[in-house]
């Protein structure tokens, strides 16, 4: 059973294959493809998503699928089902499960009850998804309409700053080691990333560097990369992150201190005037919209990817 719960549920070889499809997905969009003739996929969403939830429904569709959105305040794991009943009545019905929530480990539990494949439609630990559409989108740019893609993401630099200890920053983590690049991430004491990523990337042969100083995470940098410094699940703590992460904040001047044509990216939704001024998004090296369009040629990618390994 193929499950994609995080950055290294896939090999290597996997990952070329994986953005080969999303790109040839993406040139023939339009195109009618069955890739997923047949199957109904639940998405069980327990947080609020504009792209994710989108980008999902349409690709399953797309696909010739037909996508069922689940909020998790309608179905009964909202007022108290367990998960593993919830997965086992679910896989009577449905071919496969997008799963939006709040602890990786329930999404683990979903996938080892389920019998049917699960996808990681963001936790409070990674969010693979995007990261898999973030790394495509920049490697389009330099490997060009016919050249390597993964090839191309090798030896790369990659800045995060800001929150380095929630869903983004482990994602880069593992997806920079995935994909052949380093990863740098800068924010403030106290918010450097957890001792499970630790133990995850050592697991996996890799690393990162973190610093406390935003200038030298980002020097020599071919990405510059931030996310919301209140993520979903963190409200009550909003005062205090802005106060603490205000040094973090992606400016003109601290852009022009990675490489001359380095990238600007950010998963979105962003706060302007937060962990990202105007000017940056304005940058025609602000590449934020392409990544959230190739959200839907990686999830189709993905889910075309996952269904056959059913089979
Ligand atoms: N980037 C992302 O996952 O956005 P949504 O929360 O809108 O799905
Ligand atoms: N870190 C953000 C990402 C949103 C896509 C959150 O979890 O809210």
Not at 46 to 53: F, G, P, V
Not at 149 to 174: E, P, Q
Request: with cysteine; aromatic share 10%.
């Amino acid at each position: 059973m193929g499950h994609f719960l995080k950055e290294t549920d896939f090999s290597r070889q996997e990952v070329a294959e994986i953005f080969a499809l999303a790109r040839d997905l993406k040139q023939k969009r339009g195109t009618r493809l069955k890739l997923l003739a047949g199957q109904t996929w639940a998405m069980i969403f327990a947080k609020s998503s504009t792209r994710t939830r989108v980008s999902f429904e349409v690709a399953i569709h797309e696909l010739g699928g037909n996508p069922l959105f689940l909020n998790t305040n309608d179905i009964q794991i909202g007022r108290g089902e367990t998960i593993a009943d919830t997965a086992k009545v679910l896989s009577r019905f449905v071919h496969g499960l997008v799963v939006r929530t709040y602890a990786q480990s329930d999404l683990e539990e979903l996938a080892a009850h389920g019998g049917l494949p699960v996808i990681n439609a963001l936790t409070d630990y990674l969010h693979p998804c995007q990261i898999y559409a973030d790394a495509f989108t920049a490697a389009e740019r330099w490997a060009g309409p016919k050249g390597d893609l993964l090839a191309s993401l090798k030896g790369r630099k990659i800045a995060f700053l800001g929150d380095t200890r929630f869903n983004m920053a482990n994602s880069w983590i593992l997806g920079a080691n995935l994909f052949g690049m380093t990863v740098s991430l800068a924010g403030p004491k106290g918010y450097e990333p957890g001792a499970t990523i630790r133990a995850d990337v050592k697991k996996f042969g890799g690393g990162f560097r973190f610093t406390t100083d935003p200038y030298e995470a980002v020097a020599g940098a071919d990405i510059v990369y931030t996310d919301v410094w209140t993520s979903m699940g963190q409200e009550k703590e909003a005062a205090e992150r802005q106060r603490r992460m205000l040094p973090y904040q992606v400016t003109r001047k601290l852009f022009a201190a990675a490489k001359k044509d380095a990238l600007f990216m950010h998963c979105l939704p962003a706060h302007v005037g937060e962990e990202v001024t105007q000017d940056v998004l304005n940058n025609p090296r602000c590449i934020i919209f392409d990544e959230a369009e190739n959200r839907l040629h990686m999830q189709k990618a993905i889910l075309a990817t996952l269904a056959g390994l059913r089979r």
